[in-house]
């Protein structure tokens, strides 16, 4: 069956430092990935995906993240977090033969510490 | 440029009362639309999709159902809502391989 996991229910990190939010996939054929971000009581906005080329793909809000084939992993990444960056992260990929369907993560809560 | 509408905001519903929760789009012809649940604020669970005018796919069994009457305009309906269909209900359009969301509706039943 094609999913993401999400391992972490929540990560803490202080500002400033490096975060990281974990993901990993399972899907038949070649993945398209993405990742969201959603705030308290909002809809989920789009942060960056990956459907081919370079394995290191650059999205908005100085977020990134990266498509390891041989881990099936696709780890969002942000060098330098900020306190406005605490939010509900979700980790999605697209159902094949699915008409753009996505099975999402449980979603990863991050806490950014001033 | 495309824009996603959801109303109402929010509701507050009492048990076996009906629902209908309304998504349009906007700047954009013949979508792929999507409901979706959210419970308890984590994990979503695509309920329908429709890929055109009065094709609704259900993704799994439940209380509800879906129709699309106009090509950018996707409703969320019950007969008689359930305590366990409170949630956070959230519409999606396709673009470019990409979903892009509404702004939700909180749904609490009572």
């Known amino acids: 069956a094609q999913s993401v996991a999400q391992p972490e229910d929540q990560v803490n990190v202080a500002e400033g430092n490096p975060l990281t939010v974990k993901c990993t996939y399972s899907v038949s054929g070649n993945p398209y990935l993405f990742w969201y971000v959603q705030y308290p009581n909002r809809g989920l906005q789009f942060l960056l995906k990956?459907?081919?080329?370079?394995?290191l793909v650059k999205g908005s809000y100085g977020f990134e993240a990266e498509f390891n084939k041989s881990q099936t992993s696709f780890h969002l990444k942000k060098p330098s977090a900020l306190v406005s960056d605490s939010a509900l992260y979700f980790c999605?990929?697209?159902?094949?033969?699915?008409?753009?369907?996505?099975?999402f993560g449980k979603g990863n809560q991050v806490v950014v510490i001033p | 440029s495309q824009t996603i509408h959801q109303w109402p905001a929010t509701l507050v519903q009492p048990v076996g009362s009906p629902l209908s929760l309304e998504c349009t789009v906007e700047g954009t012809s013949n979508p792929n639309l999507y409901w979706y649940r959210q419970a308890a604020g984590r994990g979503l669970q695509l309920l329908f999709y429709s890929v055109g005018i009065g094709q609704i796919s259900s993704e799994v069994p439940q209380n509800l159902s879906a129709s699309r009457p106009q090509d950018r305009q996707f409703i969320l309906s019950s007969k008689k809502l359930l305590l366990s269909d409170s949630g956070f209900y959230l519409c999606?359009?396709?673009?470019?391989?990409?979903?892009?969301f509404g702004p939700g509706t909180r749904l609490t039943v009572l």
């Open positions: 999606a359009f396709t673009r470019y391989n990409e979903q892009f």
């Open positions: 990956y459907i081919t080329g370079d394995n």
């Open positions: 999605a990929v697209r159902l094949p033969y699915g008409n753009n369907r996505l099975a």
